[in-house]
């Protein structure tokens, strides 16, 4: 069956790096745009960056441009979300979706929290 698992969460510092990782299975993840999104508590879950099945170009959000870089290893069926300088604001529970529209997998999520 579809999966998409996350994996790469924890508790840091601000300032501080994270990679999270999105494997997935039971689909040809190279014939879809992959995304990431974030619910932060209290707050709507919102897109945070997506990356093209075609040619890799990307997307960011305004807050993480500069910050955050998405990449994609089809031959491991993986996608991964490089995120730098982290503030406390980036806290919130992170989740892969194919396609970057939502409309269709989801992952379950992996929650990242940046706190002194």
């Known amino acids: 069956q579809v999966q998409l698992v996350e994996s790469g969460g924890g508790l840091v510092q601000p300032g501080s790096s994270l990679t999270l990782s999105c494997a997935t299975s039971?689909?040809?993840?190279?014939?879809?745009?992959i995304g990431w999104f974030r619910q932060a508590p209290g707050k709507e879950r919102e897109g945070v960056s997506c990356i093209s099945s075609i040619d890799g170009s990307t997307w960011y959000a305004d807050g993480v441009k500069g910050r955050f870089t998405v990449s994609r290893d089809n031959t491991k069926n993986t996608v991964y979300l490089q995120m730098n300088s982290l503030k406390p604001e980036d806290t919130a529970i992170y989740y892969c979706?194919?396609?970057?529209?939502?409309?269709?997998?989801w992952g379950q999520g992996t929650q990242v929290t940046v706190s002194s």
């Open positions: 979706a194919a396609p970057c529209n939502g409309l269709g997998f």
């Open positions: 039971g689909f040809r993840m190279d014939f879809y745009d």
